[in-house]
């Protein structure tokens, strides 16, 4: 499997190559693999640090404010990343506040505007699997955790849906997702999938970090909106948040349900 490696692209152009593995991931992924479990099966049995998806919620809308108060001052900003970086249970974390404060700027123009093309000089995506975390803290609606366990699961999708042969699949470019390192000893990585950063060129390396969190966004947003139509809300976790929509199916409960499919 080659890196991902493109230059120009948008998600409209995304979402007309993949609609048919988003339809089929929508109404069919997790059932196919999981014995008949719902993607609301999947977020009902999410557990980080013995707190469950609605104690997940709460602390991505707690971050997410800090984010949005901490945004032009740095000092705040770097405190604030220091405590997502420790509520992901990540190791240290060096990257100056005021290339995240860069980053998550940035992410606001390219949500209105994906055709924006200084993405590799104005995305930080060193140790993707945190820098993600903060990413997603910013705006939960539109960006995923990308870490071992959500690359994973998004691998086991396309796996599935290629009938276990990946050989099959012609849509390389966009769906073959690198996994981030996993530090758990035990963890079993899907076959046929390289792992995040086996590459000796550094900027090739981050190039395909960038490219592997902003195709899974995309690729969650469109398969949260599918799932809107086809399954129940989940209940209301009864936080005050007029920016996280808490009453329907966003890209953060496809993620925390993903995290328990790619353990």
């Known amino acids: 499997m080659e890196p991902l490696d493109k230059d120009k692209f948008t998600i409209e152009e995304y979402r007309k190559k993949t609609s048919k593995f988003i339809e089929w991931a929508a109404t069919k992924g997790p059932k196919e693999d999981l014995k008949g479990k719902s993607w609301f099966d999947l977020l009902c049995g999410h557990k980080w640090k013995g707190q469950d998806w ?80 903060i990413y997603a803290m910013w705006n939960p609606c539109e960006w995923t955790i990308y870490d071992s366990r959500v690359g994973n699961a998004l691998a086991f999708l396309v796996k599935t849906y290629y009938g276990n042969d990946i050989k099959k699949c012609e849509l390389d470019d966009y769906l073959f997702f690198p996994i981030p390192p996993s530090r758990a000893h035990n963890f079993s990585y899907v076959k046929g999938f390289r792992k995040l950063g086996n590459i000796s060129n550094t900027t090739k390396k981050e190039k395909e970090a960038r490219l592997a969190f902003i195709y899974s966004s995309w690729l969650l947003q469109e398969i949260a909106k599918q799932v809107r139509e086809l399954e129940e809300p989940p209940p209301d976790p009864q936080i005050k948040s007029p920016e996280i929509n808490v009453k329907s199916w966003q890209v953060y409960h496809i993620e925390m349900a993903l995290f328990m499919y790619g353990q």
């Open 54 to 133: 609605k104690d997940g919620i709460r602390a991505r809308n707690c971050f997410h404010t800090k984010l949005l108060e901490a945004i032009d001052n740095t000092q705040r900003l770097q405190c604030t990343v220091r405590d997502i970086v420790l509520w992901g249970q990540n190791n240290a974390y060096n990257v100056e506040p005021e290339k995240i404060q860069m980053s998550l700027k940035f992410l606001d123009k390219f949500t209105k505007d994906t055709r924006y093309d200084d993405w590799e000089k104005n995305l930080v995506s060193k140790r993707i699997a945190t820098t993600s975390k």
